[in-house]
């Protein structure tokens, strides 16, 4: 079992910046790749950034050049470094980690309020 809780959601303006960490305990050795999804009321869950176990990042297309993750195995978290926040980047953010064989383990959620 991989448990996973995210932290550093919050109200922020339009242009600002903010910054989710998650932080990943239990069998982390069968993470294989971890990732950060959203979802914003009415809307499917989205992913937004991804990083592999070997550290090779994918980025949805709304947010490259904006947003940045990060992953630190030796302190067992992944962040996520949002920049030029805009109302549409409102949503709840969860962590993700898939392991090696295809199963899927998520947060509870951090909600980001992108809103002067």
């Known amino acids: 079992q991989v448990q996973l809780v995210e932290s550093g959601g919050g109200l922020v303006q339009p242009g600002g910046s903010l910054r989710l960490s998650c932080a990943a305990s239990?069998?982390?050795?069968?993470?294989?790749?971890m990732g950060w999804y959203r979802q914003a009321q009415g809307k499917e869950r989205e992913l937004v950034a991804a990083?592999?176990?070997?550290?090779?990042?994918n980025y949805a297309d709304s947010v490259k050049g904006r947003f940045t993750v990060l992953g630190d195995r030796a302190k067992k978290t992944m962040d996520l470094q949002m920049n030029s926040l805009k109302p549409e980047d409102t949503a709840v953010y969860y962590c993700?980690?898939?392991?090696?064989?295809?199963?899927?383990?998520w947060g509870n959620g951090t909600l980001v309020t992108v809103s002067s």
């Open positions: 239990g069998s982390i050795f069968v993470i294989d790749v």
């Open positions: 993700n980690a898939r392991s090696y064989s295809g199963r899927d383990y």
């Open positions: 990083i592999t176990s070997s550290g090779r990042t």
